[in-house]
């Protein structure tokens, strides 16, 4: 049996070397053996032989999965603590208590509270350049995530399971910018900040976008003309004031769809 070595930690092929944790992880997320398996493309009966049988999590799984649950293939083998931060708990009166084999606090439950995935706000007027490089060239931030830190104005802490399941948004993959100008009034207003999904550059189905225009990074609603040759985008504003122009896919840089905002009252 060989011995391989996984983010410092020691894994037998065949057999993890610690204890495998992977349903207490997954309990911890909220998560049903089905809706673990829907993220990982297999079976929820797939899910619970992996929770039972280490001789199935292989080193291409254990991977998978802990990108899928975010956590480290560490914790996953139960060769590094879980961390206080992905299993705070609540304490809910009746509630069963967690497994003791949980670095749980005594008196709390096993009702999770999500940690926050931060979602880096950029100031889309510093550090620009052709192409809106301060959205889509980061550094690597020691998290697995990337950033561009002068750049970086804020970091909004938001649920994971909301990022995943509302926006169905990656949180590496997100940004929020600030709307300048009224061009998309009375959707958006000067100030609003929206999300832009990096990895939805494509506008189809139509929906409103961050798009670089040459000059800085503008929101605009897109629409892609269909059957065009050579294939042309629409961009429009919602504000009548602002003209309706038609580019060649080619001539419009999308840096990502917006799928939320936030508005101060």
């Known amino acids: 049996m060989s011995t391989e070595t996984v983010n410092d930690f020691p894994y037998h092929s065949g057999k993890l070397a610690g204890m495998n944790m992977l349903r207490q992880i997954r309990e911890a997320r909220g998560l049903t053996q089905k809706e673990l398996a829907e993220r990982l493309h297999t079976t929820d009966v797939s899910v619970s032989r992996y929770e039972k049988e280490d001789s199935r999590l292989n080193l291409p799984l254990l991977r998978k999965i802990s990108e899928v649950l975010d956590c480290s ?3 996953l083998i139960g060769e590094r603590p879980l961390s206080d931060t992905k299993i705070a708990t609540l304490d809910i ?14 008196d709390r439950s096993a009702h999770p509270v999500h940690p926050a995935s931060p979602v880096p706000e950029i100031d889309v007027r510093a550090g620009m350049g052709a192409g809106g490089e301060a959205l889509l060239e980061f550094r690597p931030d020691g998290n697995g995530g990337l950033m561009e830190m002068d750049a970086v104005t804020a970091l909004w802490e938001l649920p994971p399971d909301y990022l995943h399941r509302e926006l169905r948004v990656r949180p590496g993959a997100a940004r929020i ?11 958006l207003q000067s100030g609003d900040r929206v999300m832009v999904n990096l990895l939805d550059r494509a506008p189809s189905p139509p929906g409103v976008f961050a798009v670089w225009d040459g000059i800085g990074v503008v929101v605009k609603r897109l629409e892609f003309i269909p059957n065009s040759d050579p294939p042309c ?3 429009s504003s919602d504000n009548q004031k602002h003209r309706t122009y038609e580019r060649t896919a080619d001539e419009v840089n999308i840096i990502g769809r917006v799928v939320w905002f936030a508005r101060r009252m």
């Open 73 to 75: 293939i560490g914790e």
């Open 93 to 106: 009166p009746g509630v069963q208590k967690g497994a003791a084999n949980l670095k749980i606090r005594a």
């Open 177 to 187: 910018i600030e709307v300048q100008g009224d061009s998309m009034e009375p959707l």
């Open 233 to 235: 985008i629409v961009i």
